[in-house]
């Protein structure tokens, strides 16, 4: 006999010996199956369908040389218009009173803790955030994400005008005070005082700093102000469920049928080591 032939035989008995094992012990690969199933009907038919939509801001970063200067006499100030980015902007639209502000415009009862449990925020590259609303219902998904991108639009246009207007009144305010001080000192100085003349030359220097300054601010304002895009508005037709009926079945019944097996052959072997 070839060492094929003496192979061959073998597989045919290792594989009759499986399915009088399988056949023996055909109850508990039933039971085991119809179990398994039986819970993944279950599961898929009884539980809460989730339905999610995503919107897309982009937002845009102000270059350095815009804001060195100011940054060095209203750091304050300079710092609320300027920082706008993907961390500050989703502690925005995550902050409670955002959030308590949505919920009073949805047009269906949820509390604020539920909402947040909803959203979600991804940053997915620099300058872009994707803010993802998850709920059981597919229009409230589209109402949630909508009203959230709608109040947290609002709110930051508000927020950034309120700091672009502060900024340049606080500008408004120093140059009024140098020009004062200007004043001044040219009232008690003399001809002769080259003292004073250095000092009024000084605050010239600053006075002509802060003009810049307010002119850049001025004409560059759409640069500052208009730093949020929407890139992907929310539509209803866009949500998405997370269920598959046809596809959840059909892993359950294999699912049922791996199990089945499984449970066969292992009663067989414990009890093989028991004998």
Known sequence: MTKGSSKYEKSEIELSSLLRVF????????GSF?????????????RTPQFSLTSILSIDYIESDYYESLSQS????????IEVNNISESKKI???????????????????????DTVFIYTASEGILKITTVYDDPEETYEINKVLLETYLSNREYEI????????????????????????LSDKSSSNDTAA????????????????????LIENKEYFVERIEVLYEPDISNVYGYFNYKRDLAFSFFLAAAVGLIMSFAVNYFQSLKK
Do not use: C, H
Request: net charge negative; proline share 1%.
């Open 23 to 30: 056949i023996s012990k055909k109850w508990w690969f039933i």
């Open 34 to 46: 119809i179990i398994i199933f039986t819970a993944g009907i279950l599961f898929t038919f009884l």
């Open 74 to 81: 209203f750091p304050e100030k300079t710092k609320e218009l």
């Open 94 to 116: 995550l902050s409670k009173d955002l959030l308590e502000q949505a919920v009073e415009d949805l047009g269906f009862e949820v509390d604020i803790n539920e909402l947040k």
């Open 161 to 184: 005008n309120r700091a672009y207007v502060s900024l340049l009144e606080e500008i408004d305010l120093k140059i009024s005070s140098i020009l004062g001080e200007i004043k001044d």
């Open 197 to 216: 003349d250095k000092e009024i030359e000084l605050k010239y220097e600053d006075y002509y700093s802060l003009e810049k300054n307010r002119d850049m």
